[in-house]
């Protein structure tokens, strides 16, 4: 298991990444997301070695992190980091050798990859040949070079084509499966909600959430679609509603934590019709945009 905890970054005045503490447990998905500059990448380049900690702690297997797990991790920047004039195939093999890998080995496990990427044609053109979206794919591919133990990836899904991202997607979910701990940015929330164990949600350097996705869904005050037939906006007045829309068919209403919703169904029986009482679940998108509003 990875661990931040207190997890700080200053450039000069600029506080990037504030007190940030969060888990990303072996055999899980877990969704990073935020805005532009929300403090994602610094965070990720902190967790990889990139970047020096202001102050806080990280955790590797609940003891500090070194420079010898690091060698362990898959990592994927923000950037693309590959050579452009390289072929596929050869740079990829050479950054395994970097990372201590045989020749042999590397080069069968990087033909695995290109396959499964749907780069196997491709692994004898230069990078530059590519388009922008194969060339994402290599820098996946370069990210899962010999058995990481740990995956950190930064916007992975970006680029790809919706074939590319349902691979993608298959690869990280067999790593994870395998017990590997996998922390993946993305501004694709529906894509996000669609993968992810576990979310932590970021804005102007803080956390603001982070669990499961049924989590965040509940931690808020639960929202019901009431149907009568006619405005009920008289639910308003009720002791356990804290906000109601009015509509013509009946109402949207907010209750209190932990209220019975059965209360409010009784009350609207007891005024006539009710043809359905249905729990709005908010998706992780609604989530994002109520965290980091403001």
């Known amino acids: 298991m990875l661990e931040l905890k207190e997890l700080v970054r200053d450039f000069d005045s600029n506080r990037a990444v504030d007190h940030v503490s969060f888990r990303v447990r072996g055999g899980r998905l877990t ?6 500059g929300a403090g994602k990448t610094t965070t990720m380049r902190m967790i990889m070695g990139v970047l020096a900690r202001t102050d806080g702690e990280i955790h590797w297997d609940a003891r500090p992190v070194t420079a010898a797990d690091r060698r362990d991790f898959g990592y994927m920047p923000e ?11 050869s740079q990829l093999v050479y950054l395994a050798r970097l990372r201590g890998q045989d020749a042999a080995p590397a080069r069968a496990q990087m033909l695995e990859l290109l396959e499964r990427l749907g780069l196997a044609e491709k692994s004898q053109a230069k990078l530059e040949s590519l388009s922008l ?3 994402q794919r290599v820098q996946i591919a370069a990210a899962l070079l010999g058995s990481p133990k740990l995956l950190v990836l930064d916007e992975p899904f970006s680029g ?3 074939h ?13 499966d395998a017990g590997v701990p996998v922390l993946f ?13 576990d979310l932590v949600i970021m804005t102007r350097g803080r956390v603001v959430g982070q669990g499961t996705a049924d989590e965040l869904r509940h931690r808020e005050r639960p929202r019901f679609h009431l149907v ?4 009920a906006g008289w639910a308003r007045a009720l002791p356990d509603v804290t906000d109601l829309e009015e509509l013509p068919d009946g109402a949207r209403v907010e209750l209190r934590p932990d209220t019975d919703p059965g209360l409010l169904l009784a009350e609207a029986l007891r005024r006539g019709p009710v043809h359905a009482l249905t729990p709005l679940v908010p998706s992780i998108a609604d989530i994002y945009r109520e965290m980091t509003a403001a």
């Open 31 to 36: 969704g990073f997301v935020g805005g532009n």
């Open 79 to 89: 950037e693309r980091g590959l050579y452009p004039k390289q072929s596929v195939l």
């Open 133 to 135: 979206g194969n060339q």
């Open 160 to 162: 790809l084509d919706p």
């Open 164 to 176: 590319a991202v349902d691979t993608m997607a298959e690869l990280l979910r067999e790593y994870a």
């Open 185 to 197: 940015s993305s501004h694709q929330l529906d894509l996000v909600e669609r993968l992810c164990d």
């Open 228 to 231: 009568t037939g006619s405005p």
